[in-house]
C-alpha cells in the first residue's frame, strides 16, 4: 500500500504482499519498519539496527517430494535464466548483520506436505537483540531473546500407514543445517498443542502423546544451543500444564533434548505432588515411543533427595491407579526401561516404617504379579499396615500383623508370588534365617514353601495366635508345605528343635521328621532334654474336636513336675504304644498300652510290667472301659461319666442319709456296673496317695444309679492300710 526508503537509512513497508508460486501468501505485515545500520550493495554486505514486525504473516510450505519449498522458489524466480551455477560458495552469498528484531502479533505457518506436519506459531509480542546474523553460514547467535503469550498448534495429517510407519514424525528444531545460539532466552505464557489425526481418540486418564494440550508454558534458559535436531540450554526455571491434570510448577536443570535423547543434569524438578533432583536421562528411537512408555523409553538416572508420587507417574504410565496414592523418598541410580529396570545403589522410603536399601533388577513391570525380581537387600523394613496401604487389594492372613516391624536382610530372586528367599528376618516375635522358595496363590490365597529354615527365639505361638499353649521356638529344619495360618498349615518338617516353649516348659534338643497338618503331627520325635528323654513315632492331631493318637513312644525320662504337668515330683519311664481318639477317660474309645513302666515320686519308686486300657462305645448311651496290668485287672461298663461320678456319689450319699434332702444338682445320669480285681500293686499306691500303704488280692463288683438312687457293692479286701490305719479279714 506504501513504501518508503531512505536509501542507506532506512525502509518502511505498510500492509504489504508477497504471494509464492502458488498464489497464496508467503509474507505479509501492516507494517515492516528496517533501520539500516551499513549498506553496500556491491559487496553484498547489509547491517540492520533493527527490523520491526507488526500483524506479520509468514508462510512456509514444503512439497510432498522434500525438496521444493515456496520461499527458495521465490529466490529462484529472481536469478538469470542464463546464470550457471556458482559452485565454489553457497547460495546465498549475502552478509547481513542484524542487531535488533521487534514483532507484534506474527503468525508463522510451516505446512510439510511431505511429512503431513502442519505447524502454526502466534507470537504476540518478541523481542530479539543479536550477536551476530550469518545466512549464509546459517548461524543466528541470540544476546536474549523474550517472547510473550506464544500459541503453538501442531496437527499432523491424516497419512496412509505403513508397516514401520510412524504417525509422529520426528520434530525438527530448526532447518536443516541451521544452528542457533542465545545467551538469555525467556518464554512467558505459551501454549503449545499437539494433534495426531490418525487417531481422533483423546485418552481419558494420563497424558496422550497425540494429543497434547500445553498451558502456561514459561521457560527461561541460557547459554543455549539449537540445531537441526538437538536442544542444549541451561535451564533456569521452567513451568507448565497439561491437560491430562499432570503440572510441572519448577524445572531448572543442565537440558540437553533431541529427537532420541532428553537429558536433565543438575535437576531440580518439582510437581504437585512429586520433587526430582540431581538427573536424570530419558532415552527413545522416536517421540512415538512415549505412548509405550513402559516398554520403549529408557530412563537413566541418579537421584538425590527425590520425593515420586505414583500420581504423577500416572500420567505417563497405565493402569496403576490401584497403586498411585503411593509416594517414594528415594536416592540412588537407576538404568533401562521401566519394564526392564535396574537400581544400585538404591535408598528407597514409603508408607510409615518401610525402608529399602540394596541393588534390584526387575523385569515385566507395571504388572506386579507378573514382574521377575532380583533383590539384593542390604536393609528391608516394612509392616503388614504399610503392605495394605501399599496395595490396598493385596488379601494378607490377618496373622501376620503379629509380627510387627519386619526386617529381611539377604536376596530375593524370583516373581512376587513365587521367589527364593536367602537371608534373615528380624520381626518383632523373633528372627528367621531362610532358604526357601516361596510361593502365593492369590487367587485362592494360599502360600507354599519349600526349602531351609531356622528360627531364633521366634514366638510361633503368637504367630499362629496360640499363645495360650505354644510360646518361643529355636529350629533349623528343611521345610515343605503351605499356610500362613493354622487353619491352612501343611508342612513335612526335617530338622532339629533346639528349643520349643510348650504349656509352660522349654523343651530342648528335639530332633523332628514328620508332617505337621493344622494341629496335628504325623512323624517321629527325639527329645533329649534335661527333663525328658524320649523317642516318639506316629500321630498326634489335635485339629479335631476329639483329638486322635495312634503312636509308639519309648520314654527314658519324664520329670513330670518340671515339665508342669504334675505339682508332685514324679518322674516316669517306659514304653507306651496307642491307639485312641479322645482328651480325657470319658471321650476315650481306643487302646494304651504301657510297658515296662517306672513311676518314681521323690524316693519311692514303683515298676509296672504291663497295663492297658481299651475303651468302646457299646451303644449311644453306654460304654464300656476295660483294664488289664500286671497288678489290676477292672471294667466298667454302662453310662457314666468319670468326670461326674464323685459328684453324683455326693449326692447319693445326702439323698440316703440325710432327711428331706431334695437333690437340685445338674449331673449326668450315671448307670454303670464294675468289677475290679487287685493283685500285688506294691506301693504303687504311694506314688498316687503317699499315705495310701497297702492294698493287694481284692476283690471289687458293684452296680450304680444315680436316676433311681440305687448302689450295690460287695467287696473282698484281706489288708489295707492307710495313713496309721491297718485293716485285716
Given at each position: ?67 521444493e519449498m515456496n520461499l527458495t522458489e521465490l529466490i529462484n524466480n529472481f536469478k538469470s535464466p542464463d546464470a550457471k551455477p556458482d559452485t565454489s560458495k553457497s547460495p546465498f552469498s ?636
Amino acid at each position: 500500500e506504501r513504501v518508503e526508503i531512505q536509501f542507506f537509512n532506512k525502509a518502511d513497508l505498510v500492509n504489504f504482499y508477497v504471494e509464492d508460486y502458488n498464489h497464496d501468501t508467503l509474507i505479509s505485515a501492516k507494517e515492516l519498519k528496517v533501520s539500516f545500520k551499513i549498506f553496500e550493495l556491491f559487496k553484498k554486505r547489509i547491517g540492520v539496527n533493527r527490523i520491526f514486525l507488526n500483524d506479520g504473516t509468514i508462510h512456509l510450505h514444503r512439497d510432498s517430494t522434500g525438496k521444493e519449498m515456496n520461499l527458495t522458489e521465490l529466490i529462484n524466480n529472481f536469478k538469470s535464466p542464463d546464470a550457471k551455477p556458482d559452485t565454489s560458495k553457497s547460495p546465498f552469498s549475502w552478509h547481513i548483520d542484524l542487531r535488533a528484531l521487534e514483532l507484534l502479533n506474527t503468525d508463522f505457518r510451516y505446512l510439510d506436505d511431505k511429512t503431513h506436519t502442519d505447524m502454526k506459531v502466534f507470537v504476540p509480542s518478541c523481542d530479539v537483540a543479536l550477536n551476530k546474523l550469518s545466512i549464509d553460514k546459517k548461524i543466528i547467535d541470540i544476546k536474549s531473546a523474550t517472547i510473550d503469550g506464544t500459541r503453538v498448534t501442531v496437527d499432523l495429517m491424516k497419512r496412509v500407514k505403513t508397516v514401520n510407519n510412524d504417525s509422529i514424525s520426528p520434530i525438527h528444531f530448526m532447518a536443516a543445517g541451521m544452528t542457533v545460539k542465545f545467551a538469555t532466552l525467556a518464554l512467558t505464557n505459551t501454549n503449545f498443542r499437539m494433534d495426531d489425526h490418525n487417531n481422533d481418540t483423546i485418552q481419558p486418564k494420563g497424558m496422550d502423546f497425540k494429543h497434547l494440550n500445553i498451558s502456561n508454558l514459561n521457560f527461561f534458559a541460557e547459554s543455549g544451543i539449537v540445531t537441526e535436531d538437538s536442544l542444549l540450554a541451561n535451564i533456569k526455571r521452567m513451568t507448565a500444564k497439561e491437560r491430562s491434570g499432570f503440572e510441572l510448577q519448577n524445572l531448572s536443570a543442565e537440558a540437553f533434548v533431541s529427537n532420541k535423547n532428553i537429558t536433565l543434569n543438575k535437576l531440580h524438578l518439582k510437581t504437585s505432588n512429586s520433587e526430582i533432583s540431581n538427573f536424570i536421562s530419558l532415552r527413545y528411537s522416536a517421540l512415538n515411543d512415549f505412548k509405550n512408555f513402559m516398554n520403549a523409553v529408557a530412563i537413566k538416572a541418579d537421584f538425590k533427595g527425590t520425593a515420586l508420587s505414583l500420581k504423577d507417574l500416572g500420567y505417563f504410565i497405565k493402569n496403576i491407579s490401584k497403586v498411585e496414592h503411593n509416594k517414594f523418598f528415594l536416592s540412588g541410580e537407576i538404568d533401562g526401561k521401566i519394564s526392564a529396570l535396574k537400581g544400585r545403589g538404591i535408598e528407597i522410603r514409603t508408607g510409615r516404617n518401610t525402608i529399602f536399601r540394596g541393588d534390584f533388577d526387575t523385569k515385566g513391570l507395571p504388572d506386579i504379579y507378573e514382574t521377575s525380581l532380583n533383590l539384593r537387600i542390604k536393609k528391608f523394613a516394612t509392616t503388614i499396615d504399610d503392605l495394605k496401604h501399599f496395595y490396598p487389594d493385596a488379601k494378607l492372613p490377618e496373622n501376620l500383623y503379629n509380627l510387627g516391624t519386619i526386617n529381611y536382610t539377604g536376596s530375593l530372586d524370583g516373581f512376587l508370588t513365587d521367589f527364593v528367599s536367602n537371608g534373615k528376618f528380624v520381626t518383632s516375635i523373633g528372627s528367621a534365617t531362610t532358604d526357601v522358595n516361596f510361593k502365593y496363590d492369590k487367587k485362592r490365597n494360599k502360600a507354599s514353601y519349600n526349602g531351609d529354615l531356622a528360627l531364633n527365639e521366634f514366638d510361633l505361638g503368637k504367630f499362629l495366635t496360640l499363645e495360650n499353649m505354644l510360646g518361643k521356638v529355636s529350629l533349623q529344619t528343611k521345610i515343605s508345605g503351605g499356610g500362613l495360618t493354622l487353619e491352612s498349615l501343611h508342612a513335612e518338617l526335617d530338622g532339629n528343635i533346639s528349643s520349643i516353649y510348650l504349656r509352660g516348659y522349654d523343651y530342648k534338643d528335639v530332633a523332628v521328621n514328620g508332617y505337621v497338618l493344622k494341629k496335628s503331627f504325623n512323624g517321629s520325635l527325639n527329645i533329649h532334654d534335661p527333663f525328658l528323654d524320649m523317642s516318639f513315632d506316629g500321630k498326634a492331631d489335635m485339629s479335631t474336636k476329639i483329638p486322635e493318637f495312634n503312636f509308639n513312644a519309648n520314654i527314658q525320662k519324664a520329670s513330670l513336675k518340671n515339665l508342669n504337668i504334675t505339682k508332685d515330683s514324679i518322674i516316669v519311664a517306659g514304653k507306651v504304644k496307642s491307639d485312641f481318639k479322645g482328651s480325657n477317660l470319658d471321650n476315650m474309645t481306643g487302646k494304651m498300652e504301657l510297658d515296662d513302666v517306672t513311676i518314681t515320686r521323690d524316693t519311692t519308686q514303683s515298676y509296672i510290667k504291663y497295663f492297658t486300657i481299651n475303651a468302646k462305645l457299646l451303644s449311644a448311651e453306654k460304654k464300656e472301659i476295660k483294664i488289664n496290668s500286671d497288678f489290676l485287672e477292672a471294667e466298667m461298663d454302662g453310662n457314666f461319666t468319670l468326670k461326674d461320678l464323685p459328684k453324683a456319689v455326693i449326692a447319693f450319699s445326702r439323698y440316703a442319709f440325710t432327711k428331706d434332702y431334695s437333690d437340685t444338682t445338674k449331673i449326668a445320669p450315671q448307670d454303670f456296673t464294675t468289677d475290679i480285681r487287685i493283685y500285688e500293686p506294691g506301693n504303687l499306691t504311694q506314688i498316687f496317695v503317699p499315705k495310701f500303704h497297702l492294698i493287694r488280692n481284692s476283690h471289687i463288683t458293684g452296680s450304680f444309679n444315680s436316676v433311681e438312687h440305687q448302689a450295690n457293692i460287695q467287696a473282698s479286701i484281706p489288708e489295707i492300710q492307710f495313713d496309721r490305719y491297718n485293716a485285716k479279714r
